[in-house]
């Protein structure tokens, strides 16, 4: 009874947000976008995979004559043995080159779909890092996995044989046709009777295909996005201890996306009985008015043999088109996705006469700047300040009073929705993003380690620095010594996200990779939050060096480590409501005063 309660509320929360998308009429003109992929192979590749496709098609097309035609009615007829044998030589000959045109078919097709997948992802994966920070906030990271690894995998099938299948079998049905019609026109006519029956069936199970296969992709995409989201958060499950909960709702999603999968299959199974259906109906006919052709004498035992085989072979590609028409399906679900990341652009784009921003100063300017994350509610309201090139200067106030929105907007994350933000007088609009953003250095609460080696990591933001520099940097955050004590000091490996780091020490790498970037302006966003008090005291010392010489941006909710900053603002729901340095503030006896001393009051409780 429970799991049947959670795989309703599974139910409940993952309805399609997109049943406008999955009744779209197949789109052709999306499925021309998709196949533009292969136009940098259409010179080599493509020509050769063609040519093999002709060769192997032409000689499908001769055999079946020169079986029927002229081994029956010929060569056995009239008992020549020379010319039975010159065919057999010759059918013997035509299957090794048929074989060889396969083998290279096939070898050249998977190189040329591989160099597509490739492309494809290596394009949907650099658009994906230019897009905003907006877009990341409304999707989870799964749901963009899935874009990228599973969405384009889907694809392989129908760019290593899809393609090439249709072009093979559009020309052997056009063949077979050509050459039934020679042989015997009143018993091609009589077969192809049944065929539009088979075409009026076949198009009612398209809609239903193709709708199944895009459920199908927005049932993976949910399940992704749930695994991602429980094995980043696993720390939480265990501790809530809510594995078997966790294991329940995963099991509602698991399913729904195995009921989709089976469904999609089922459909398209319907498809090749159905072909073999009307195979054996055709066989049918053509025994039955073979068999009076043959009697009245209007067709050889020759030709009713070659058109049988050509019979046999105008099958096999009708029911091939099926498939590969499934395979176009699963590529218009995937592609939907695929170009909807695609058509994304970014909420903070460069205009196309932006400048590159040379060596700054650091003088910061916000005018008038007002922001809202959602149109509704606003994050900042008429804020204006200005900082110094040099100058240190501290945000402070509750949670979700506007700081690190402005420590946003500095590194053009956001564009503000009114007013300007300026860096040494130039709009930040104006400016070329790569330009800006190497001169800004960010250092989080939450850091991010990367796999590979901690010299790695802190050389992340300037890949040419040398081993003496990042030593350097590591020295004067004081993270130098915690390092060699490890087991290959700066060589050493350090898992997924730093796990083998304490907290603290993840934050002094930051700290080192931040200061080895040697920005013009730096900005510690709670970045002393995770850190013991002894380790902080070693960065404010640190800091006093470092940040000489450098705008800086603090944010922080420990006082403390503000207290030498030239400047602190104050803000309260988006809005400067104080501003100064800390003796001003206290002297004040404002909102800034009863911070620090509830803070203060705090710390002497505990």
Not at 411 to 421: E, I, N, Q
Request: aromatic share 10%; net charge neutral.
């Amino acid at each position: 009874m429970k799991k049947e309660n959670v795989n309703e509320k599974v139910l409940s929360r993952f309805q399609y947000t997109a049943d406008e998308v999955i009744e779209k009429p197949f789109n052709w003109k999306q499925m021309l976008r998709l196949f533009s992929y292969m136009k940098p192979y259409r010179k080599n590749l493509l020509p050769l995979a063609i040519l093999m496709v002709l060769i192997n098609t032409g000689i499908r097309l001769l055999i079946p004559i020169l079986i029927g035609v002229y081994t029956l009615d010929r060569a056995l007829v009239e008992k020549d043995s020379n010319l039975l044998f010159v065919l057999v030589a010759v059918i013997a000959g035509l299957y090794l080159i048929s074989y060889a045109a396969n083998f290279f078919r096939i070898k050249w097709m998977n190189i040329l779909g591989q160099s597509v997948i490739y492309d494809l992802r290596k394009h949907l994966f650099t658009h994906v890092q230019t897009l905003s920070h907006r877009f990341f906030d409304q999707r989870s990271a799964g749901s963009i996995l899935v874009r990228i690894m599973n969405d384009i995998n889907s694809l392989q099938e129908l760019f290593t044989n899809g393609v090439i299948n249709l072009l093979m079998d559009i020309v052997l049905l056009i063949g077979i046709c050509v050459i039934l019609f020679s042989l015997s026109p009143e018993l091609t006519l009589a077969i192809m009777i049944i065929l539009p029956i088979m075409f009026f069936i076949s198009t009612s199970l398209r809609r239903n295909i193709r709708r199944s296969w895009q459920v199908v992709r927005l049932k993976q995409s949910k399940l992704n996005s749930h695994l991602n989201e429980s094995i980043q958060g696993i720390r939480i499950t265990q501790s809530f201890t809510q594995e078997k909960e966790n294991m329940a709702f995963f099991d509602g999603v698991n399913t729904e996306n195995y009921e989709s999968w089976r469904s999609a299959s089922q459909k398209n199974a319907m498809f090749r009985p159905l072909v073999e259906l009307t195979n054996a109906l055709g066989t049918a006919v053509l025994i039955w008015y073979g068999a009076h052709l043959i009697q009245s004498d209007t067709i050889s035992i020759g030709y009713f043999v070659s058109f049988a085989f050509y019979l046999g072979m105008f099958w096999e590609p009708i029911s091939r088109l099926g498939m590969v028409y499934n395979q176009l399906l699963m590529g218009m679900a995937s592609s939907e996705r695929i170009f909807e990341f695609l058509d994304e652009r970014p909420n903070v784009g460069e205009k196309e006469n932006a400048f590159r921003l040379e060596e700054i100063q650091g003088h910061i300017e916000f005018k008038n700047v007002e922001f809202s994350y959602d149109q509704r509610r606003p994050a900042l309201q008429n804020i204006n300040l200005e900082i110094k090139a040099g100058q240190t200067i501290a945000l402070v106030g509750h949670t979700g009073s506007g700081k690190t929105t402005i420590a946003n907007l500095i590194s053009r994350f956001y564009d503000p929705t009114g007013g300007k933000v300026k860096i040494d007088q130039y709009d930040l609009r104006e400016v070329l993003l790569a330009s800006l953003r190497q001169q800004i250095s960010i250092v989080l609460q939450e850091t991010f380690i990367f796999s590979g080696t901690i010299r790695d990591n802190i050389r992340f933001g300037r890949p040419n620095a040398s081993d003496e520099e990042v030593a350097a940097a590591a020295k004067a955050v004081g993270a130098h010594t915690f390092i060699m004590n490890l087991a290959n000091a700066y060589e050493t490996e350090v898992e997924e996200r730093g796990n083998i780091l304490s907290v603290g020490e993840r934050q002094l790498i930051s700290f080192a990779r931040a200061l080895l970037a040697n920005p013009r302006i730096l900005i510690l966003d709670e970045a002393t939050a995770s850190i013991d008090t002894e380790t902080e005291v070693k960065i404010q010392k640190a800091l006093k060096s470092l940040l000489k010489g450098r705008t800086a941006i603090i944010i922080a909710h420990r006082l403390s480590t503000i207290r030498e900053a030239d400047h602190i603002y104050v803000l309260d729901h988006g809005e400067i409501i104080e501003q100064g340095n800390h003796d001003e503030l206290m002297e004040r006896q404002g909102e800034y005063y009863h911070l620090v001393k509830a803070q203060f009051n705090t710390l002497n409780v505990g």
